[in-house]
């Protein structure tokens, strides 16, 4: 493992006790962050910080990310935050558009956009005061290309795009950096939303010929979180093993 320093930095991960944000989690402690998860799932919020509390100062608090009042509590709890990573996200299960339900549509599109809006809208006033602050998007491939049979995962992930853009002109002279990542498939627990021909058709589209690791993820986010990432923001990295290459 590459060591990125990371020293006296704290990072906020959403989503972060599982899969993806565990990984991430994981990664900044051991690049000397202090590492806040907010998760909605308080069972496996509590384990994910009782296991990671090994590798440094870790903490979590149960937040639901769609609500803006539960959102600016957790904000003011937290003295400081250099470093928010926007990971949470569900995929609503697949279906064409005219057979998905409004309602799964409506809650894709709360969780995996409306909740990083919420998130920014509270966090990036207190990174201002600071004068520095990077933030991550985790968005996806498919809010690149579309994916079938997942209108509405691919419309918040190409909507979490655009906000990454606009977030981070609006503070590119503050010391703020926003950026996005789009990664292919990862097997993780989302998996247990898809179909098998959903995930068949995704692995099939990458010129590797692999599942996506939940650490090469990690490693992408905490360079982007560091003061080595410079001079990139409102940027779009992939991490899809070939499939998109602009």
Not at 91 to 104: I, K, M, Y
Not at 148 to 169: D, E, F, R
Not at 185 to 199: D, G, L, N, P, R
Request: glycine share 8%; proline share 3%.
């Amino acid at each position: 493992m590459n060591q990125i320093d990371l020293k006296g930095r704290v990072a906020v991960v959403t989503g972060g006790a599982q899969g993806i944000g565990y990984a991430i989690s994981e990664r900044l402690l051991n690049s000397g962050a202090s590492v806040v998860i907010w998760d909605i799932d308080a069972a496996l919020l509590d384990a994910a910080c009782r296991s990671l509390s090994a590798l440094g100062p870790v903490s979590g608090a149960v937040v639901e990310l769609t609500d803006d009042a539960a959102v600016a509590a957790a904000t003011a709890a937290q003295p400081r935050i250099d470093i928010l990573v926007n990971n949470a996200g569900i995929t609503g299960g697949n279906a064409t558009t005219w057979e998905l339900d409004p309602a799964v549509w409506r809650r894709v599109i709360e969780v995996n956009l409306i909740a990083p809006y919420l998130t920014c809208r509270h966090v990036v006033p207190h990174m201002i005061q600071r004068g520095w602050g990077r933030i991550v998007n985790i968005a996806s491939v498919a809010g690149k290309e579309g994916n079938p049979n997942a209108s509405h995962y691919s419309a918040s992930k190409a909507g979490l795009i655009a906000l990454t853009k606009s977030v981070a002109k609006e503070t590119a002279t503050k010391g703020i950096l926003v950026n996005a990542i789009t990664p292919a498939v990862a097997k993780t627990a989302m998996f247990e939303q898809m179909t098998q021909a959903h995930i068949d058709y995704m692995l099939g589209k990458i010129p590797m010929g692999r599942l996506l690791e939940v650490q090469e993820i990690a490693a992408m986010v905490a360079w982007l979180s560091s003061e080595d990432c410079s001079f990139s923001t409102g940027a779009v990295f992939d991490i899809t093993g070939g499939r998109a290459t602009y």
